[in-house]
């Protein structure tokens, strides 16, 4: 059995904001509206592939988040959300799972605390701050930079790490990530391969624990990921171009 973690946004589906043309899926509402698609190239492709992987999304969404969206291909046997910190299994959260990931960061929780304090004295934040099921942190900054920063320079950074993405500040503890998911999920499922696609600084644990992975060739050359990555041109559909490649190598080994 091989097993295909993929991270959702900019990864498989995409914003409203982001043009993917007029060739395209509604795949998330919210509030009334549609506001994540998936190109019809993508979404013939993936239920092609999930014929032959165990599809397994391994998202930073939260739960609530991931059910809004509907991949057209009925429920899934697993789920891997709140960066890999919530199992969910045939749509149910698995208990154990979560008690391990709050054991596993345990050590991360004062700085935890710390963190919060500063992240809600932030001069430049916008947004609230959350805190996503005692697993990590979130807000959004007017100057994101500014703002990942500041808590660089004031949290230890041997027990957390700050992640910016566009105008949203994330501080997660070590041992929460999805490489460290995947290899729970490795254990767990005892597959013979892992796949994986990503496209962000949040994927590279997870694409580096994978034994085959696909990521933008620009993701690539910025972290020097190695061979086992495969990169996809910035002049295709991340998603079109990742699945392509993913549908030729199950039809080359399968032959």
């Known amino acids: 059995m091989t097993v295909f973690h993929a991270d959702l946004d900019n990864t498989l589906i995409y914003s409203v904001r982001h043009d993917v043309g007029e060739e395209k899926t509604g795949v998330e509402v919210y509030e ?66 979560y008690e391990d990931s709050l054991r596993l960061i345990g050590e991360s929780r004062g700085e935890l605390v710390r963190a919060r304090d500063l992240m809600e004295r932030d001069e430049d934040r916008i947004f609230e701050v959350r805190n996503i099921r005692d697993l990590f942190l979130f807000t959004k900054s007017g100057e994101p930079l500014k703002t990942a920063k500041r808590l660089k320079e004031h949290l230890d950074a041997s027990r957390v790490q700050v992640f910016r993405n566009g105008s949203k500040v994330y501080v997660l503890p070590f041992g929460l990530d999805k490489g460290t998911a995947v290899k729970r999920f490795r254990a767990y499922i005892k597959p013979d391969q892992v796949v994986a696609a990503g496209d962000s600084e949040f994927d590279v644990p997870m694409l580096l624990e994978a034994d085959l992975a696909y990521a933008p060739e620009a993701l690539k050359k910025r972290y020097a990921l190695g061979g086992r990555i495969v990169g996809i041109p910035e002049r295709v559909i991340f998603s079109d171009g990742l699945l392509e490649k993913l549908w030729a190598e199950i039809q080359k080994t399968e032959k």
Request: charge should be positive; proline fraction near 3%; charged fraction near 25%.
């Open 32 to 97: 009334g509206r549609e506001v994540s698609f998936m190109t019809n190239r993508s979404s013939s492709l993936l239920k092609r592939v999930k014929e032959h992987l165990l599809f397994v999304p391994t998202t930073t969404r939260t739960e609530e988040q991931y059910r809004r969206i509907d991949l057209k291909m009925g429920p899934l046997e697993y789920a891997l959300v709140c960066n890999g910190g919530v199992l969910l299994h045939r749509g149910q959260e698995a208990a154990a799972w």
